[in-house]
């Protein structure tokens, strides 16, 4: 059986800057939701506590950038839980079984959670990969409609009036005799 290449594209925001979160919402097929356990306080664990009292999985700022891409439509979402290793190894399970009723309490089930341990990097890494390979789009209804683009402005040409654009676009195609808007473009 011949294998198929896929070519996957990851994209780091500031998710303190709200046009960024919004931006990359409008685009991303999934979005994958690194959470740490760094903060967590092993010492509070048990299974009778509230989820997000102790276990710091997100912060304000989280909330925030999760409140926006929930108000223009959720993408299949991806929550990965990193830095199990420096919790102790008998209190491993019950933060990973904390973090996980937290994120489906969140955002229900049908959204995937995993682990990357950095013991097991490359494991659970290919694991991620293979997960994230396998996702099918959520279907956004304004997606439907509309077309957006992941680009990089690579030049702009004032006398001739050209701005140059590199990137993907998805879902209609992009008419020349449209007007266009570009996030982050001033007009002159």
């Known amino acids: 059986m011949a294998s198929r290449k896929q070519r996957l594209i990851f994209v780091e925001i500031d998710r303190v800057d709200v046009y960024s979160v919004l931006d990359i919402g409008k685009v991303a097929d999934i979005i994958l939701m690194v959470m740490s356990c760094k903060q967590t306080d092993e010492s509070k664990i048990n299974s009778n506590i509230d989820p997000d009292m102790y276990s710091g999985a997100i912060d304000e700022q989280g909330y925030k950038a999760l409140a926006l891409l929930r108000s223009q439509g959720m993408v299949n ?27 489906e309490s969140e955002f229900t089930d049908r959204h995937k959670f995993m682990n990357v341990n ?13 997960t994230i390979a396998t996702q099918h789009p959520v279907a956004l209804t304004w997606r439907e409609q509309r077309s957006y683009m992941l680009g990089s402005l690579s030049k702009i040409d004032a006398e ?24 982050g473009v001033a007009s002159q």
């Open 77 to 103: 979402l991806v929550g990965v839980l990193q830095h199990l290793e420096v919790a102790s190894s008998k209190k491993q399970p019950q933060i990973k079984k904390l973090f996980k009723r937290y994120f």
């Open 118 to 130: 950095a013991l097991n990097a490359d494991t659970d890494i290919n694991a991620l990969l293979r």
């Open 160 to 183: 001739k009036k050209q701005i140059h654009v590199t990137g993907y676009i998805k879902q209609n195609y992009i008419n020349t005799k449209r007007l266009a808007h570009l996030t």
